[in-house]
Antibody, heavy 118, light 111 residues
Framework: EVQLVQSGAEVKKPGESLKISCKGSGYSFTSYWIGWVRQMPGKGLEWMGIIYPGDSDTRYSPSFQGQVTISADKSISTAYLQWSSLKASDTAMYYC???????????WGQGTLVTVSS | QSALTQPASVSGSPGQSITISCTGTSSDVGSYNLVSWYQQHPGKAPKLMIYEGSKRPSGVSNRFSGSKSGNTASLTISGLQAEDEADYYCCSYAGSSTYVVFGGGTKLTVL
């Protein structure tokens, strides 16, 4: 069974750093792109970026380029999304999702809620 | 890259059919037959309902169907059921540099 399991909710202060994770299982982790999607409170889905764990090829949405870093450790089948200096506006639910057939996101993690507040 | 345009809300009665539109440009929806649709219930992760414009993943009801004409894709739900009440998002591939773009989402209310 394909599963993406994300790390737990985080509460951080502005200016702090953060790295959240997404562990894949039940499939060849290195053979599928993994994307990250932001959902701010009460808002829609926004594609942030995507990584191919096989060779760490990474693409970013122009809206998120330079704001976050996406990485992966294929030895432990885990993708990461990290911030070096959080802002209150980073408060959101973050989902990882596997990119399958036709560039669709066929499997999703349960989401990681990030709250940034002083 | 601008988001794809969806109506903010649609509604229908049980048993009826509804269609949600998703309008893009010649750089995304119009150029590729790679539109996907997602259903999201409150507090839940999105679920893939349609991929490659009109294909259903295993386990998705055949009441859900997708189509495309020009720069506009559509999701049709027939035989509306109470459980269909959710937010729906379209998504289109937009080339190797942009990768994908989502629509703003449509709230479906089953009256």
């Amino acid at each position: 069974e394909v599963q993406l399991v994300q790390s737990g909710a985080e509460v951080k202060k502005p200016g702090e750093s953060l790295k959240i994770s997404c562990k894949g299982s039940g499939y060849s982790f290195t053979s599928y792109w993994i994307g990250w999607v932001r959902q701010m409170p009460g808002k829609g889905l926004e594609w942030m970026g995507i990584i191919y764990p096989g060779d760490s090829d990474t693409r970013y949405s122009p809206s998120f380029q330079g704001q976050v870093t996406i990485s992966a450790d294929k030895s432990i089948s885990t993708a990461y999304l990290q911030w070096s200096s959080l802002k209150a506006s980073d408060t959101a639910m973050y989902y990882c999702a596997r990119s399958g057939v036709g560039e669709s996101f066929d499997y999703w993690g349960q989401g990681t809620l990030v709250t940034v507040s002083s | 890259q601008s988001a794809l345009t969806q109506p903010a809300s649609v509604s229908g009665s049980p048993g009826q059919s509804i269609t949600i539109s998703c309008t893009g440009t010649s750089s995304d929806v119009g150029s590729y037959n790679l539109v996907s649709w997602y259903q999201q219930h409150p507090g839940k992760a999105p679920k893939l309902m349609i991929y490659e414009g009109s294909k259903r993943p295993s386990g998705v009801s055949n009441r859900f169907s997708g189509s495309k004409s020009g720069n506009t894709a559509s999701l049709t739900i027939s035989g509306l059921q109470a459980e269909d009440e959710a937010d729906y998002y379209c998504c289109s591939y937009a080339g190797s540099s942009t990768y994908v773009v989502f629509g703003g989402g449509t709230k479906l209310t089953v009256l």
